[in-house]
């Protein structure tokens, strides 16, 4: 089945007064409102677990069924604040991915593989079982993947401006072109990345409709202080599949490319987004995911940029929690 919403016109006597409330939110005052999960500011203390060789760190809230957040570069949990608040029920999971957050710096690549490995060995180690997941850029992809090699384990999926599928070069932009072809190029991409926290910062006042406030780019900053700490950050702008590379990488998604395409038993959600050169899921992408992904309901949430939840967080915690009761996903409260 396929659905289509537009967020703008979908709820058209909202109050303003609730986006206020939930920004309020964020800044720890609980949102208590029918049908939301309330969420304080102790709720939002991150907990650490062991993984591997190093630890991640994570917002566990609630109990239920496990909702799954995942970020994306050069992200971390603090962009599902304003957005969990919105959720039915169940037991809101947002982990900080390794090497970024408040989660470890190991001395690893932060190669996809090696993150999906750490990712794995985290639902492991909480004992994750029939989840349903919810992905921002590489986030997205990484749910994308976890779904494609654990299906028995899901319940559905949502994603938003993610890596869905492999692109080519001549699909970028001129500057988009250039810009990826400079951070792929030793020397420049370090100088780039790693020597200023530029990068950083641009994606949260440029990849955005309105940049975030001064506090909310402190807290996005403040895992990178260091070239040396901004090491992950270089290595998922070189990871992008274009042109048929990382190769590795290009079959791996590939393979949960396939899987989108036959899992016609596993709900999905596909939000989009409109009036930013900087959104990765374009009218043609989004064409290409209603041709090629079994069961996806797709809701268009308005104008935003790549770091959407920074612009549109009401639409998009709407929506998904639409979509949850729809398919029951969370079960009784």
């Excluded at 659905?3 to 208590?32: C, K, M, Y």
């Excluded at 566990?60 to 957005?83: A, C, E, K, Q, Y």
């Excluded at 072109?177 to 991409?189: L, Q, V």
Aim: charged share 20%.
């Amino acid at each position: 089945m396929r659905r289509h919403q537009n967020l703008d016109t979908f709820h058209p006597h909202r109050p303003v007064s609730r986006r206020v409330l939930l920004r309020g939110a964020a800044a720890g005052i609980a949102l208590v409102s029918s049908g939301c999960v309330s969420i304080d500011k102790k709720d939002r203390t991150m907990t650490t677990a062991t993984v591997l060789d190093s630890e991640m760190s994570y917002l566990d809230i609630g109990s239920g069924t496990p909702l799954v957040f995942l970020h994306g570069n050069p992200s971390s949990s603090h962009m599902w604040r304003n957005i969990l608040p919105h959720m039915p029920a169940g037991r809101l999971l947002a982990p900080d991915l390794i090497g970024m957050g408040a989660s470890g710096k190991p001395d690893i690549g932060y190669s996809f593989a090696e993150h999906a490995q750490y990712l794995d060995a985290w639902f492991d180690t909480l004992g994750l079982d029939r989840v349903v997941l919810v992905g921002h850029d590489w986030g997205g992809a990484l749910a994308c993947d976890w779904a494609a090699r654990h299906p028995e384990r899901l319940l559905g999926l949502a994603v938003f401006e993610s890596i869905i599928k492999p692109m080519k070069w001549e699909d970028l932009s001129p500057q988009a072109r250039k810009r990826s072809e400079s951070i792929r190029t030793p020397g420049i991409g370090e100088e780039m990345v790693l020597d200023q926290d530029l990068f950083i910062r641009q994606a949260f006042t440029g990849g955005v409709l309105e940049p975030v406030g001064e506090a909310d780019l402190q807290a996005y900053l403040a895992p990178f202080p260091t070239p040396e700490s901004r090491r992950p950050v270089l290595a998922w702008a070189r990871q992008m599949p274009l042109g048929g590379e990382p190769a590795e990488l290009v079959a791996r998604i590939e393979a949960y490319d396939r899987w989108l395409a036959s899992s016609t038993g596993t709900p999905k959600l596909l939000l989009t987004f409109e009036g930013s050169p900087t959104l990765l899921i374009d009218e043609a992408m989004a064409g290409w995911c209603e041709n090629h992904i079994a069961t996806l309901e797709v809701v268009a949430c308005g104008a935003a940029g790549h770091h959407a939840a920074e612009d549109r967080p009401e639409e998009i915690g709407t929506a998904i929690a639409d979509w949850l009761r729809r398919h029951n996903l969370t079960g009784d409260r």
